[in-house]
């Protein structure tokens, strides 16, 4: 089942506010709140709507330092990458945790106290995994990001091809 335009109403409104009642929300789109609710409803059923989740301010809890470590692992085998990644996921410094392909296997995202606690985090947990075969780590001076995406519309097939003879 696609998302249609009310649904995409929806979710950019939640986006937005994702604290507001659903009379609320009713009302900004223009809806009866029953309608509401069942489309809300649908969309986390559906699971288009994942959670509900509050934006922390890295700063304001003592982590004010992000950096980018990008990870090869050796062997490149599923038990290796599974291990690290679910290992690496646990880790409280962690924001995120991305399986890539190319040169590097995983970029791992995460949030610090300081450049000390970065060399610390890099040394006593990502480095010292037995599967590492290399490893590289990013300061992030600025880091920008969206809080909402935007719904695109549905791919609409391309029109058949004609030979020309």
Known sequence: ????????????????????????LAERIGIAPSTCLERVRSLRS??????????????????????LINVRLHPKIREAVEGFRDYVAALPETLAVFVVSGGDDFII?????????????????????????DVR?????????KTSVEVLPPE??????????
């Open 137 to 145: 780590t990013s300061l992030v001076y600025d880091h920008i990001r």
């Open 46 to 67: 559906r699971r288009v709507i994942e959670g509900f989740h509050a934006e922390v301010n890295l700063a304001a809890i003592g982590r004010p330092v992000q950096a």
């Open 109 to 133: 995202q995460v949030a610090v106290r300081d450049a000390g606690h970065l060399r610390d985090f890099v040394l006593d947990h990502v480095s010292r995994h037995r599967n590492i075969a």
């Open 1 to 24: 089942m696609s998302v249609d335009e009310l649904d995409t109403a929806i979710l950019a409104e939640l986006q937005r506010d994702g604290r507001q009642t659903n009379r609320e």
């Open 156 to 165: 609409r097939p391309s029109p058949p091809r004609t030979r020309r003879g």
